[in-house]
């Protein structure tokens, strides 16, 4: 059963840095690409960033660029985001969403973990 | 980057037909591929492709294009079906998705 379990979401405040997590497993992680997508509360899904799955081909939705990076660890099935420059913008639920496809450029992904909630508040 | 347009909300009396329409200059090029959202819950796939369900989904959930449109049609809604659906395909650079603001569907 493929398994998606983000964490290290919290509290921050504006202009502040946080550093997402996400488990994979029941799956061969390092055959996927990867993407987040975050939803703002009461709104709508947004995609954030795409990693292939060699680390080979890396976008970002252009509200993140330049502040979030995005990463994986093959090694240890983990998917990662580094969230610098934090605005009240970015308060959302963040999703790590395995990649449809193994193609170089994102596809809508097949499965979702259950998100981990970033508030950036003072 | 292009954008994709949805009704923000659709009702559809039980047992009955609904359609759920996504437009997008990407569409021309990359199918839709729609999600079911419901509260509290991550988004669900319920079609893919061309018109593809994934395992699980029932076949009252189906999937066409035409031109700029994607559409998500249920025959015979039920009351489960209550939920927000969002459509998502990559824009017209290709590296990036997009989302459709997603459609309320209420089952009267």
């Known amino acids: 059963e493929v398994q998606l379990v983000e964490s290290g979401g919290g509290l921050v405040k504006p202009g502040g840095s946080l550093r997402l997590s996400c488990a994979a497993s029941?799956?061969?992680?390092?055959?996927?690409?990867m993407n987040w997508v975050r939803q703002a509360p009461g709104k709508g899904l947004e995609w954030v960033s795409f990693?292939?799955?060699?680390?080979?081909?890396?976008y970002y939705a252009d509200s993140v660029k330049g502040r979030f990076t995005i990463s994986r660890d093959n090694a240890k099935n983990s998917l990662y985001l580094q969230m610098n420059s934090l605005g009240a913008e970015d308060t959302a639920l963040y999703y790590c969403?395995?990649?449809?496809?193994?193609?170089?450029?994102?596809?809508?992904?097949?499965?979702w973990g259950q998100g981990t909630l970033v508030t950036v508040s003072s | 980057s292009s954008e994709l347009a949805q009704d923000p909300a659709v009702s559809v009396a039980l047992g009955q037909t609904v359609r759920i329409t996504c437009q997008g200059d990407?569409?021309?090029?990359?199918?839709a591929t729609w999600y079911q959202q419901k509260p509290g819950q991550a988004p669900v796939c319920v079609i893919y492709?061309?018109?593809n369900r994934p395992s699980g989904i029932p076949d009252r959930f189906s999937g066409s294009n035409s031109g700029s449109t994607a559409s998500l049609t249920i025959t015979g809604a039920q009351a489960e079906d209550e939920a927000d659906y969002f459509c998502?395909?990559?824009?017209?650079?290709?590296?990036?998705?997009?989302f459709g603001g997603g459609t309320k569907l209420t089952v009267l």
């Open positions: 990693i292939s799955s060699s680390s080979s081909y890396i």
């Open positions: 998502n395909s990559r824009d017209t650079s290709g590296n990036h998705l997009v």
């Open positions: 029941g799956f061969t992680f390092s055959s996927y690409n």
């Open positions: 969403a395995r990649d449809s496809s193994d193609y170089y450029q994102p596809n809508p992904p097949d499965y």
């Open positions: 492709g061309k018109n």
């Open positions: 990407s569409l021309r090029r990359y199918y």
